[in-house]
């Protein structure tokens, strides 16, 4: 007796359920890729860390609070000079050289056209093996770039807002950046005042093209430029009071 | 009914997909938080925030002391000449249009050192707390940087001969452990160029004014 066998009934895949397949294994990967690529997790939640990082937080809100006092108190010293300057003409003349004195090193905001730059993370994925400190900026990026400006004329410098004077110091911690003792993130906007041509000596500075431009080019830093008519930097605040270094020249 | 089924399901597994994708891409991303840097890092960064705080404290203080001054003085008199005649002191001091003297340390230095090895050096410094430097006899301002001329190195225009001195005022226990400390700056320079660095604390250390005129051609006071 040969019986014939019921056919089996065709398998049914209805297309939404061959694109949740595929969508769910995708989710697996990027799931699995999330879960590696975070191996550092529970370190950065240990306890030693978290007591740092609190530390830092409440160093820069103290920073933050010394900077607003001493511009408040700057501000009246200022007032009181401008004030006496039409009391007594020998005050007024050494309260005007006060103010130039003053905006030559720093200490006053000073406007006029330059160029602003910026330079941020590359937004490339890291191949595998490469070393992403490669595609981040580097503190070094930052000073070349400050190097060529200097280099090509500039009059004044800032870096997110930090105004370059003689003790000010660009400093790298790790992957971040501080500058005169301001933590400062990417992306980083530094712009300067200084003559016409400005930006077309800096693209050709030996200081901008020697690293950072090979840089921005081979691991696709972000990188843009252009010229501003009408900059204004802010002026520096911080100690300008030296500790170790006394005045040799007496003023007239 | 099956067909709304299916959308709803995908719109589900799209909106898991989309948060993944975003947490992936975050956590890409340069740890620029302060609660994503290492321990050492975040060691680093306390000792120099507490050190800058101290410092903006210091000139705080001082700042305060001066506005006392003034108001002592009234707006006018002799008084209040001597007070602004201290703070373009202090003034031109700081930004290196005055000479100033002070305990420090002096870098002997011979060998090729690149641009990029001076500059590094003179930020090393800065950081490590020096109020005022110079390179043989030109001070070093916000301005000053060394590049390769034609025939030498070169700060403000002056050529750097291969043998050359590098001053610094600050605390000389201070300077000399940045700079000397294992992986520090005389470390690495070491690794790259071909130069002898000694260094040696000083009782006094003279820099002279900058025979820079810095006063901005193009830029000016910004009003308001």
């Known amino acids: 007796m040969t019986g014939r066998r019921p056919r089996a009934a065709p398998l049914v895949r209805p297309q939404w359920a061959v694109s949740i397949a595929l969508a769910l294994t995708v989710i697996g990967f990027v799931g699995y890729a999330q879960w590696n690529g975070s191996p550092d997790r529970s370190q950065f939640a240990t306890s030693v860390q978290q007591v740092l990082a609190r530390q830092v937080t409440d160093l820069e809100k103290e920073q933050e609070g010394l900077r607003a006092q001493i511009v408040e108190a700057d501000t009246e010293v200022h007032q009181i000079q401008a004030a006496s300057t039409t009391s007594s003409s020998a005050l007024a003349e050494l309260n005007r050289q006060l103010g130039v004195a003053r905006l030559a090193v720093g200490l006053t905001d000073l406007s006029g056209p330059g160029v602003v730059i910026e330079i941020a993370d590359s937004n490339r994925t890291v191949p595998d093996g490469d070393n992403p400190g490669n595609y981040i900026v580097l503190v070094d990026d930052v000073r070349d770039i400050v190097a060529a400006l200097w280099a090509s004329g500039a009059e004044g410098i800032a870096i997110n807002g930090e105004r370059l004077v003689a003790t000010s110091s660009i400093y790298g911690v790790g992957e971040s950046i501080l500058v005169n003792t301001a933590f400062l993130s990417p992306r980083f906007r530094i712009e300067a005042i200084g003559p016409d041509g400005l930006l077309d000596r800096f693209t050709a500075n030996p200081a901008f093209v020697g690293r950072v431009a090979r840089r921005i080019d081979v691991f696709g830093l972000e990188f843009a430029t252009a010229p501003a008519d009408n900059l204004r930097l802010p002026a520096f605040v911080g100690n300008t009071r030296f500790r170790w270094a006394v005045p040799v020249e007496a003023v007239p | ?224």
Request: no cysteine; glycine share 10%.
């Open chain 2, 1 to 224: 009914m099956r067909g709304h089924a299916a959308r709803i399901s995908l719109f589900a597994v799209a909106l898991l997909i989309g948060l993944l994708g975003v947490g992936q891409l975050r956590s890409q991303a340069r740890p620029t938080q302060v609660s994503s840097l290492s321990a050492q890092d975040l060691s680093t960064l306390i000792e120099t925030l507490t050190r800058g705080n101290r410092e903006l404290r210091t000139g705080l203080a001082d700042t305060r002391e001066q506005l006392r001054e003034y108001r002592i003085a009234g707006s006018q008199g002799q008084s209040a000449i001597d007070v602004s005649r201290e703070d373009l002191r202090r003034i031109s001091a700081f930004g290196g249009l005055a000479a100033v003297e002070g305990q420090g340390i002096v870098l002997n230095i011979n060998g090729e050192l690149d641009a990029i090895a001076l500059n590094d050096l003179i930020n090393e410094l800065r950081n490590a707390g020096a109020e005022a430097i110079a390179v043989d006899a030109i001070r070093v301002t916000a301005h000053s940087v060394a590049v390769q001329g034609p025939l030498a190195l070169q700060i403000d225009g002056v050529n750097i001969s291969r043998r050359f001195v590098l001053r610094a005022i600050g605390s000389p226990d201070g300077l000399t452990a940045a700079i000397q400390r294992p992986g520090g700056i005389i470390s690495q320079l070491k690794l790259v160029v071909r130069a002898t660095i000694d260094l040696f604390p000083a009782e006094s250390v003279g820099l002279p004014a900058t025979e820079q005129s810095l006063a901005p051609t193009v830029g000016r006071p910004a009003e308001g």
